[in-house]
């Protein structure tokens, strides 16, 4: 017993149960490519509802430009409201995490912030979802607690207009439902 036109053999003895891997099963779902755009204003306003409760975070505004998303924000400090703005490109999803490039840093009505100074405060945090490549500016966010790993998804480029993000995702599938497990070849059928 066997895999038509394999070396790999399954003993008629073992009391093994075998995975199921990818080669043998196809996937739940897959998809050879996929153009998905973003409405800034709904995501902005779910956004700015979300960070509602917080005191140091207000007024979220996004818009997209060229390849990058850019993002500005009133953030207070010892209770002194200043408005921050960035771009983050170079945005990708893979294996998941999600990572991109921070560019144009501004603070105080349009003063430069060295991009050294932002990925230092981002290391300060400690959050460990973050890795921060400070000589580069790139910054990955560990996204496996949040999507599972039966979804293989990847972005691989990203193109903004004034009130949309356009997302181009690559081949992709899931393998299962979330949760669910491997399917197992029974070790031994009634007809063996």
Do not use: C
């Amino acid at each position: 017993m066997g895999i038509p036109n394999s070396k790999f053999q399954i003993p008629h003895s073992s009391p093994y149960t075998y995975p199921v891997t990818d080669s043998l099963s196809p996937p739940l779902a897959r998809w050879d490519g996929l153009h998905l755009v973003l409405d800034l204003d709904h995501v902005e306003r779910h956004l700015n509802e979300s960070i509602a409760a917080r005191d140091e975070l207000r007024d979220l505004s996004l818009r997209g430009e060229g390849d990058a998303l850019a993002a500005e924000v009133t953030v207070v400090w010892k209770g002194v409201p200043a408005r921050v703005g960035l771009e983050v490109a170079e945005i990708r999803l893979r294996h998941r995490h999600l990572g991109f490039r921070l560019r144009k840093i501004r603070a105080l009505g349009g003063i430069p912030v060295p991009r050294t100074a932002v990925t230092l405060a981002l290391q300060a945090l400690k959050n460990p979802i973050l890795s921060v490549f400070s000589g580069d500016g790139i910054v990955v966010a560990d996204l496996r607690e949040w999507l599972p790993q039966e979804l293989r998804l990847e972005v691989l480029t990203v193109q903004g207009t004034r009130r949309s993000l356009h997302l181009w995702f690559g081949s992709g599938s899931l393998a299962n439902l979330p949760g669910k497990g491997p399917r197992l070849l029974p070790a031994k059928t009634e007809t063996d």
